[in-house]
């Protein structure tokens, strides 16, 4: 295995009853990595995360972190919960209300058998990286949200997992804190060189936050890259979907020499990046993102233009919002405020061939 | 030393000194010794303070062998001797029970060894000391298993005389008065104990009909609280009781509440019994020399008095004071009662006349 | 750290087997201590030979116990009884416990400690009591009724249908209700009532369709634990039904087993009924549940709460409260402490009736000390005995990844569905067959354990209802933290269902003092506990030493009572209601 891989899963499955939840997942994780899985509620990515942390037993596959299996069902083998040295952050963070904030920061380490003295220091340490020094003696029940976000956050870290879970930890708190704790997870992840596994269903945390990004739909990953590879270039019209707003529209594929054209229904020509393995004639759609499109009066259509017709404009305060009619689409795509095209005016959309993406239909 | 001991005890037990046979001692002195060496003995009886409080101390301290006294109602204690002894285990060593306890459960299910061998001290061996002629009496077909001790006219009913005159009250006739109806209280005939018993006996002696019309007519007060009745009756909320007893009554007599016990009504014969209990040897007796020594201690003059004197009944045996005792309730020599505890009438009479009372009530 | 290889089969995973283990283990237990006893009477229910002769089988004890028209009359008056008395106990119940944990009613852990106490006051003497208060002849409200104006006949007579009713809204199941209700409503996640009350709802509203039926699943829980202990009671009805020819159910159980030769084969024919009625009411609760499988976890982030703003009404709710509690238990049990005052019980016309001999008595008996040591010694086993086993049963059972949770759920409700006595008798059984005789027989521990049995439902189901509402997060984080499983469930979630064991170990301390059905069978004279002492008493009519035991006997419980809120406190860590605003 190669010295950059910390975690591998491979080929994962679970399955509860008839419903299959995790269908061959395969990721792997390097170190100091912050590896986000993506996805819409019940998608299994929650489930893929429970299976690293060994909350959930997969019923296929294998899970090996740091050259050591933790679970390999085909072979029998299941390392305890306890015994994988994780850090989690649960979504509901989970702060033992019976505990005070230094005791629930220094359970794992009590656990651990750590000396009484190092353990004060360590467990101090932790509360100030999260920012919570001088609340140890506080009730856990007598902090805000945010606050019990942190104090999960320190006894995930304190004891310097191998790796660290984090389910959803933003989703319980409010806009501007989110905000910020995004910000502050970023800088400690840069800190503490922790690789950390991430999940999330809200795609500009994920695209804020993460190296990598593996998009997990229906129990199957969708595409796995760096932010801007799985944004720019999405592998399935899910991924483009899911990660911000696309404009779709059908073709077909012409080949000329080693350019690779769509034709939009009459419309316009779109020059796509790579051919993606489509042959001459294929029906395909292009997929770009509307911040990919700039929209131009109507004059001369050339290459990579489409022709469409504004049916509605909406004033958005720093831009407009122009709803297009195009090839017997609706797309809906913003403009500076400078542009301005009245309703019913012909308009042309202009693509960006380094990002477009031919799909299959 | 020990040997002198126990002689000093025995001693002090025989204190009236007579000429003995030798061999008695002997073999007294022997079961003391051995008696002392098992420590302790067991005992099944009815939760009575008497028993608790003043003969067990006395017993301890007369012998130095203590007495585990195991209480609770009689259906339960048979249900778990029943369940030890399928398992083995036989924990039990005397049986101070009642009459249908011991007919219908210890007898029938062999439980219990013969007893009256174990009758040596003369205290209790001598015939002179018992009222029935051939010495202790035993009332089971064998002769040997199931001691009486005592012997008690019934008192028919109790009136509170503040609410019914006991000239209103002499004959069996007067009970079905409708003046009395709806002011008589006693225990459920259908639910077995004293409740049946009375209305058994009046079944015996005036047939069904006179059972409708006492129980259905006269509309009767149920209770099942022996206390509660007692109450009733000295509050005059029913005056007329047919199932209280003496013991519960005595109390209430000193306080001044008008209340008489009615031994004989015209139209009905007395009838006696052995409350409140019977003695019973249990076989595979785990301590038998102790269990031995408290047998003849208990059928001896000290511990029947005192249960003489505390419940109101009359001993079997000739040497016990029974000034105290109201002379209605000692049967008249030379009558032959009726006996509600007589081993056949128990063991099949009772019962099947109850069931009768039952069906008529129903 | 080393790798942890078991080669097993793919499907018997490690974690699940310890887990499996535990199931099979908890099942394998209440086998033999439940099912076995109850399928012992059963069989020999069916033998018609009295015992120690060779067994014939057959039907005639059945035929003859269900015969008898009396037995269906009483089967039905059961029912009735059961069914009336649940209403205003439940929803009294449930008022009580959401004034006592989720508004600002004044003085609610008074409210709450009071309800623990009243349960204890055994329910016998309490009778005897309201016989003196409510007598038609000569009961002392009556007799005070008499000089109101238009009152020509007494106002209240307790041998009667609502006279037995209402008497057991004092000393019946009402206490144990709100006991058990109060950490229910505790729990609740506030965030589910704030946000019904955002979304516009008033505190009615939020009441009727948020929070009742959120914890429908435990009121209804509890409802049944009521209907079922109603079904059992007959205490009340013994003393009070027959004087008015009111037979019930456990009157006639009663009844057969007092019977010379007792007649334990109509006795358990007649229980096996209960045993129908658990089987219907699982079922249909097990058929209700499934249809809200979504309510389980109601705890939100925390479980910070927000009370409900009464204004004026606190004062209105605390009032009626007192008032209520001042006349269903303050009046009873003042003549209950008279009484055991007095030289007979209610005769206050006597001369000189009053007297401390029966509590010199009750001191001085010699079997007092010896009594009341095994008596501290048998409750403290249950109480602890009963934390460590149901903790695990109601942790296995909220887990929802058992294999046959419908069986051990049923098991658990058992020992309630079964006459105390025949349970007894099965278990002696048990106990003789196992090689334990020797530690479980005729002493403390085996009535212990006994006792621990007997208070299975109760006990489960408060933990299976804490564990349902904690959710599995706080478990789970402990493990990943690298705790192992038993040291999470000592450190962790013991502590997080602290108030529920304080609760249970003080239930199962208390009923284990006053039981008397139980011990009866398994005691012998070194293990005697205080409750036999207290039947022995009432055995032979004097009630007086046996309220003054009585009493004596609620006073050992109120004081461990509150030594016990004090340690379920300590282990919740810093109290809900003691915790301050944080600071910034």
């Known amino acids: 295995m190669s010295a950059n891989v910390l975690l591998e899963f491979k080929d994962a499955v679970k399955r509860y009853g008839d419903t299959t939840v995790v269908d061959g997942i395969s990721f792997t994780v390097a170190p100091g990595e912050f590896f986000t899985l993506l996805g819409p509620s019940g998608?299994?990515?929650?489930?893929?995360?429970?299976?690293?942390?060994?909350?959930?037993?997969?019923?296929?596959?294998?899970?090996?972190?740091?050259?050591?299996?933790?679970?390999?069902?085909?072979?029998?083998?299941?390392?305890?919960?306890?015994?994988?040295?994780?850090?989690m952050v649960f979504q509901s963070y989970a702060i033992w209300p019976h505990l005070t904030v230094?005791?629930?920061?220094?359970?794992?380490?009590?656990?651990?058998?750590?000396?009484?003295?190092?353990?004060?220091?360590?467990v101090l340490d932790a509360l100030e990286v999260v920012g919570l020094s001088g609340y140890e003696n506080r009730g856990s029940t007598e902090l805000s949200g945010g606050q019990q976000q942190r104090v999960a956050l320190a006894r995930a870290i304190v004891y310097t997992p191998a790796l660290l879970l984090l389910d959803e930890p933003l989703s319980n708190l409010?806009?501007?804190?989110?905000?910020?704790?995004?910000?502050e997870l970023h800088a400690l992840h840069k800190r503490l060189n922790l690789a950390v596994v991430y999940v999330t269903h809200d795609q500009s945390e994920a695209l804020a936050l993460s190296d990598r990004i593996a998009v997990v739909n229906k129990g199957k990953l969708e595409q796995v890259g760096t932010p801007s590879e799985v944004y720019e270039h999405p592998l399935t019209r899910f991924v483009g979907d899911f990660l911000g707003r696309t404009i779709i529209l059908k073709g077909t594929m012409h080949k000329d020499g080693s350019e690779s054209i769509v034709d939009i229904q009459g419309a316009g020509r779109v020059l796509v990046n790579g051919d993606a393995g489509f042959g001459d004639g294929t029906e395909v759609r292009i997929l770009s993102r509307p911040e990919d499109i700039s929209l131009l009066g109507m004059g001369e259509i050339v290459p990579n233009q489409v022709v469409g017709k504004v049916e509605h404009v909406a004033y958005m305060g720093d831009h407009l919002e122009y709803t297009i009619e195009a090839a017997g689409r609706t797309l809906i795509l913003p403009s500076g405020k400078r542009d301005n095209h009245p309703v019913g005016a012909s308009v042309r959309l202009v693509f960006d061939p380094a990002c477009v993406t031919a799909l299959s239909q | 030393m020990r040997t002198i001991l126990a002689l000093v005890l025995s001693a002090a037990f025989t204190h009236a000194a007579w000429a003995q046979p030798a061999d008695w001692r002997k073999q007294w002195n022997d079961t003391l010794v051995a008696a002392k060496k098992e420590g302790k003995v067991v005992v099944v009886g009815s939760p009575d303070p008497v028993m608790r409080n003043d003969l067990i101390p006395k017993f301890t301290k007369q012998f130095g062998i203590q007495v585990e006294y195991l209480t609770g109602s009689s259906s339960a204690l048979a249900g778990r001797i029943q369940t030890e002894r399928q398992s083995g285990i036989y924990s039990i060593d005397v049986y101070l029970s009642g009459a249908g306890t011991t007919v219908s459960t210890l007898y029938p299910q062999k439980m219990l060894d013969p007893l009256k061998p174990l009758l040596i001290h003369p205290d209790v061996a001598d015939p002179k000391k018992w009222k029935r002629d051939g010495g202790a009496t035993f009332m089971d077909p064998d002769g040997q298993y199931i001691m009486m001790l005592f012997s008690t006219v019934n008192d028919t009913l109790f009136i509170n005389t503040d609410f019914v005159k006991p000239e209103e009250l002499k004959s069996v006739q007067d009970l079905i008065n409708p003046k009395w109806k709806g002011k008589i209280a006693s225990q459920d005939p259908r639910l077995g104990g004293s409740g049946a018993n009375t209305a058994v006996a009046f079944y015996v002696g005036l047939g069904p009909e006179y059972i409708k019309k006492l129980y259905v007519d006269q509309q009767p007060v149920y209770s099942r609280d022996r206390r509660q009745l007692t109450d009733w009756l000295a509050r005059g909320t029913y005056p007329i009781c047919l199932t209280c007893r003496a013991d519960d009554i005595k109390p209430l007599l000193k306080d001044g509440f008008k209340l008489v016990d009615v031994f004989e009504l015209d139209g009905i014969m007395s009838r006696v019994n052995s409350a409140p209990l019977l003695m019973a040897y249990a076989n595979k007796a785990p301590h038998p020399n102790a269990a031995k020594v408290f047998i003849n201690w208990f059928a001896g003059k000290d511990a029947l008095e005192t249960y003489s004197r505390e419940y109101e009944a009359v001993t079997l045996r000739t040497d016990v004071d029974e000034s105290f005792l109201d002379p209605r309730m000692i049967p008249k020599p030379g009558i032959k009662y009726p006996d509600d505890t007589d081993f056949e009438w128990v063991l099949k009479g009772r019962n099947e006349t109850a069931d009768k009372v039952r069906d008529l009530l129903k | 750290m080393s790798t942890v290889t078991i080669p097993t089969p793919a499907s018997s995973w490690p974690k699940m087997r310890g887990f499996r283990l535990a199931e099979l283990g908890v099942l394998l237990f209440f086998c033999i201590v439940m099912a076995l006893p109850i399928l012992f009477m059963?069989?020999?229910?069916?033998?018609?030979?009295?015992?120690?002769?060779?067994?014939?089988?057959?039907?005639?004890?059945?035929?003859?116990?269900?015969?008898?028209?009396?037995?269906?009359?009483?089967?039905?008056?059961?029912f009735l009884f059961s069914i009336v008395r649940l209403i205003p106990s439940l929803t009294l119940a449930v008022i009580v416990a959401w004034l006592i944990a989720r508004t600002d009613m004044p003085g609610g852990n008074t409210v709450e400690f009071l309800c623990w106490f009243a349960y204890f006051v055994p329910d016998f003497p309490l009778t005897l009591a309201w016989m003196l208060l409510l007598d038609p002849h000569y009961g002392f409200l009556n007799s005070m009724a008499m000089h109101l104006p238009f009152v020509t006949g007494p106002l209240f007579n307790p041998y009667s249908f609502w006279g037995i009713v209402f008497v057991h809204l004092g000393t019946g199941g009402i206490w144990l209700n709100v006991m058990l209700l109060t950490p229910v409503f505790r729990r609740l996640g506030a965030s589910l009532e704030e946000a019904a009350r955002v979304s516009g709802a008033n505190t009615f509203t939020t009441l009727w369709r948020i929070t009742f039926p959120v914890l429908s699943?435990?009121?209804?829980?509890?409802?049944?634990?009521?209907?079922?202990?109603?079904?059992?009671?007959?205490n009340t009805e013994l003393l009070l039904g027959?004087?008015?020819?009111?037979?019930?159910?456990?009157?006639?159980?009663?009844?057969?087993?007092?019977?010379?030769?007792?007649?334990?084969?109509e006795a358990t024919a007649l229980g096996s009924v209960f045993l129908l009625v658990l089987f219907f009411l699982a079922f249909f609760y097990r058929r209700y549940l499934q249809g809200k499988k979504k309510f389980t976890v109601v705890t939100g982030s925390g479980y910070s709460t927000l009370r409900v703003k009464l204004g004026k009404w606190r004062y209105?709710?605390?009032?009626?409260?007192?008032?209520?509690?001042?006349?269903?238990?303050?009046?009873?049990?003042?003549?209950?402490?008279?009484?055991?005052?007095?030289?007979?019980?209610?005769?206050?016309?006597?001369?000189n009736p009053f007297t401390l001999s029966h509590w010199q008595n009750l001191f001085g008996d010699p079997l007092f000390i010896g009594s009341l040591t095994n008596s501290l010694i048998i409750a403290s086993t249950t109480a602890i005995l009963g934390i460590m086993i149901y903790s695990i049963v109601g942790y296995l059972l909220a887990s929802k990844k058992l294999l046959f949770p419908a069986l051990l759920e049923f098991f658990c409700w058992l020992p309630w569905v079964i006459p105390g006595i025949l349970m007894s008798l099965g278990l002696l059984w048990i106990f003789l067959s196992t090689p334990l005789r020797g530690v479980l027989y005729g002493t403390v521990w085996g009535i212990a354990l006994a006792l621990t049995i007997h208070d299975s439902p109760v006990s489960t189901q408060a933990f299976k209802s804490a564990f349902m509402q904690l959710g599995p997060d706080l478990e789970e984080a402990a493990r990943v933290s690298g705790a192992s499983w038993r040291y999470t469930y000592r450190r962790i979630l013991l502590p997080l269902v602290g108030p529920i064991a304080a609760t249970v170990g003080m239930l199962n301390f208390g009923s284990a003092l006053t039981s008397i059905s139980t011990p009866v069978l398994l005691y012998s004279a070194e293990s005697r506990p205080l409750s036999i002492l207290l039947l022995e008493y009432s055995f032979t009519g004097e009630i007086e030493r046996a309220a003054a035991l009585g009493l004596l006997i609620t006073f050992i419980i109120c004081v461990m009572m509150l030594i016990g809120r004090g340690l379920g406190l300590r282990l919740t860590g810093p109290s809900r209601e003691e915790a301050k605003p944080a600071a910034n």
Do not use: H
Not at chain 1, 64 to 86: F, H
Not at chain 1, 105 to 121: D, H, N, Q, Y
Not at chain 3, 329 to 340: D, E, N, Q, R
């Open chain 1, 43 to 87: 998608c299994g990515k929650t489930t893929t995360l429970r299976m690293i942390a060994g909350l959930e037993m997969p019923d296929g596959g294998e899970i090996t972190l740091q050259g050591r299996t933790l679970a390999a069902p085909a072979r029998g083998i299941y390392v305890p919960i306890d015994k994988r040295n994780m850090g």
């Open chain 3, 242 to 265: 027959l004087p008015a020819r009111i037979y019930v159910y456990g009157t006639r159980i009663y009844d057969y087993l007092r019977q010379e030769p007792p007649a334990y084969g």
């Open chain 3, 316 to 351: 209105v709710a605390i009032g009626a409260f007192i008032t209520w509690f001042l006349f269903m238990m303050v009046l009873p049990l003042t003549f209950l402490v008279i009484g055991s005052f007095m030289r007979r019980y209610g005769f206050f016309n006597i001369s």
């Open chain 3, 42 to 78: 059963l069989i020999g229910s069916f033998n018609i030979n009295p015992p120690g002769q060779p067994q014939v089988f057959g039907f005639d004890n059945w035929i003859r116990a269900f015969s008898d028209p009396q037995t269906l009359n009483a089967l039905w008056m059961s």
């Open chain 1, 102 to 122: 230094f005791e629930n920061v220094a359970f794992p380490l009590r656990v651990r058998g750590e000396p009484k003295a190092s353990l004060r220091k360590r």
């Open chain 1, 174 to 183: 409010d806009v501007k804190l989110r905000e910020q704790m995004r910000l």
């Open chain 3, 217 to 234: 699943p435990m009121i209804i829980a509890i409802a049944v634990l009521s209907f079922i202990k109603g079904l059992e009671s007959f």
